[in-house]
């Protein structure tokens, strides 16, 4: 096993994503796994989940905890962000360095060839990222992990209506209320339907705009990853309402697993990952198209089949999936190096 370090870039209850997820999972495969919190703590060494430890300390961390444990076992680098290059490098200094590719933000893109040629292998969460790195980068391992189900999705017990939650219909969003979300979209679906509730669970992010001249849509605001359970039982349609832009594109939406694993309807815009995720998440093209289905949806009774069956395909897409995945890449890196 592996002494994994995740360098500072996100807190630990930031949402529950990716890193978290994947993290979690290599803690329960055996790994000791390091997550450098951004912002400070009560103490150093929180275990957030077995063999997954928080600390913010790195000078502490260096001298002290990791210049015991590199003796014994192998030190593997593992980040999201193509920034952390020199900091895992210089600071760290692991024995290996894995790059996970899981955005394709524009202003992230002149870090990402050294972040590159620094690492032993690379990750990505997307068809469309593992194309255009196995273009660029054509000498180096590259393995495509999707994101994927929490198992806290599924089986969630009956419990009643949340009390912030509008009496009626609701068709939700959850997730970063942000602007890469087509803002036009929903504002016309919510003008389409006046007598449904259009709801958003998610932190703001960026400039959005002002919905309160639309009295069916509710701002919730963001909440703790572990009570969204109690809201998506109550859902009739959750939607993934993206513009059609270099982000999206790339994007695996973690959304769509959990939306998927707790039986709610999807309905998402034509991105990529979720147009191979069909027929259990339906996709529109256009505004028209999306606002047609999301009337249809809404019309018609869920039927038990499709709702078993969107289920059964979260259940094969879980992150235990992931996580062992993301172990054998483990594995296959100190295999190479011989560590």
Not at 74 to 96: E, Y
Not at 104 to 119: C, H, N, S
Request: proline letters at 8%; aromatic letters at 10%; glycine letters at 4%.
């Amino acid at each position: 096993m592996a002494i994994i370090i995740y360098p500072k870039t996100m807190n630990w209850t930031y949402m529950r994503q990716r890193p978290q997820q994947l993290l979690t999972q290599l803690g329960a495969k055996g790994h000791q796994v390091f997550f450098e919190n951004l912002a400070p703590l009560d103490r150093e060494f929180v275990e957030a989940e077995p063999n997954v430890f928080l600390f913010t300390d790195h000078h502490a961390f260096v001298r002290q905890k990791l210049r015991h444990l590199r003796k014994t076992e192998p030190v593997i680098g593992w980040t999201t962000w193509a920034r952390q290059r020199t900091r895992l490098s210089s600071l760290f200094r692991p024995d290996a360095i894995i790059y996970d590719c899981c955005d394709e933000f524009p202003q992230w893109a002149k870090y990402e060839p050294k972040m590159v040629d620094a690492a032993d292998h690379l990750v990505c969460t997307a068809e469309s990222i593992r194309t255009r790195l196995s273009l660029a980068y054509p000498d180096k391992p590259l393995t495509l992990i999707p994101n994927g189900a929490d198992n806290g999705f599924f089986n969630i017990p009956a419990a009643n209506r949340p009390h912030d939650f509008p009496s009626g219909k609701i068709v939700a969003y959850i997730g970063a209320w942000a602007y890469w979300l087509d803002h036009e979209l929903m504002a016309q679906a919510a003008k389409a339907y006046p007598d449904v509730q259009f709801v958003s669970i998610g932190a703001p992010y960026g400039d959005i705009p002002d919905y309160t001249r639309l009295s069916n849509v509710h701002i919730l605001g963001e909440k703790p990853h572990g009570e969204l359970k109690a809201y998506l039982p109550h859902i009739d349609v959750a939607l993934i309402p993206f513009q059609y832009h270099p982000i999206t594109l790339a994007t695996n939406p973690v959304k769509a697993y959990e939306y998927m694993a707790a039986g709610v309807p999807v309905l998402s815009t034509a991105l990529p990952e979720c147009i191979r995720m069909e027929p259990h998440v339906t996709t529109a093209t256009t505004h028209a198209d999306f606002i047609e289905k999301l009337g249809a949806m809404l019309s018609r009774p869920d039927a038990p089949a499709a709702r078993e069956q969107r289920i059964a395909f979260a259940r094969v897409n879980r992150w235990e999936e992931r996580g062992e995945a993301a172990h054998q890449v483990i594995m296959e890196v100190l295999k190479r190096r011989h560590l």
